[in-house]
């Protein structure tokens, strides 16, 4: 079974300022992929980056980018010049590759507060 | 990437009654899911709607209470049957983009919340 953790219930950071949301994952797959979405008060689900697991190269999407560590199953990612917008929680989410292909399983989710 | 319309968009219920929620989706697309989000919660699956054969439900979800339908290829419904308080939550559908540069990405609609009385 694959499981998602996100250890920071809660996390706030000051405009302009950079934060980083832990994620840690487990499963036996080689063949997956990782993302990072944002849900704001709007209830929207926005996926902000994607990594695919035979990548080495970190995904970069302007301000955000990930710390992918395949061995240790982890999966961070870094906001960059935080802006009050960017206030949301974030879900960390696995998807197998194959035939599983769509279901994904998400890990608890961090609430982010951008402040002034 | 795909556009995923819901309705209703919210809707508070009696308990012991049952709700249809519908998603729309503006492109054909293979697999449709099911999530629902308690208060406060994660997104958790319901189940996987295929076009033309038996929706697969996760363990804890069942078919009498959380039937679906997948008529074609770009609409579903799921219905929550013989409501309680316990079933408020925000029913979300999604979809992995059938474009060969959505690859992967799995697009949600806005969701429907749900009160149940």
């Known amino acids: 079974a694959q499981t998602v953790t996100q250890s920071q219930p809660e996390m706030s950071v000051q405009e302009a300022e950079t934060v980083t949301l832990s994620c840690t994952y487990d499963?036996?797959?080689?063949?997956?992929?990782l993302f990072w979405y944002k849900q704001p008060p709007s209830r929207q689900m926005i996926l902000v980056i994607r990594q695919e697991a035979y990548k080495q190269q970190n995904a970069t999407e302007n301000r955000f980018s990930v710390n992918f560590q395949k061995a240790a199953k982890s999966f961070s990612l870094k906001i960059s010049d935080s802006q009050l917008g960017d206030t949301a929680m974030y879900f960390c989410a696995f998807m197998k590759g194959g035939s599983t292909l769509g279901r994904l399983y998400f890990g608890r989710g961090t609430q982010l507060t951008v402040w002034p | 990437s795909a556009v995923i319309s819901q309705k209703p968009s919210r809707d508070i219920c009696q308990r012991g009654t049952s709700l249809t929620i519908q998603c729309q989706v503006d492109?054909?697309?293979?697999?449709m899911f099911w999530y629902r989000q308690q208060p406060g919660q994660s997104l958790t699956l319901i189940a996987t709607a295929n076009q033309g054969s038996e929706a697969t439900y996760e363990s804890g979800f069942v078919i009498d209470k959380f039937p679906i339908s997948r008529p074609n290829l770009t609409f579903s419904t799921l219905t929550v049957s013989n409501m309680s308080p316990e079933d408020s939550s925000i029913y979300l559908c999604?979809?992995?983009?059938?474009?060969?540069?959505?690859?992967?990405?799995?697009?949600f609609g806005p969701g429907t919340r749900l009160t149940v009385l």
């Open positions: 492109s054909q697309v293979t697999m």
């Open positions: 499963t036996s797959e080689n063949n997956y992929y």
């Open positions: 999604s979809v992995v983009g059938a474009r060969e540069e959505d690859y992967n990405e799995q697009f």
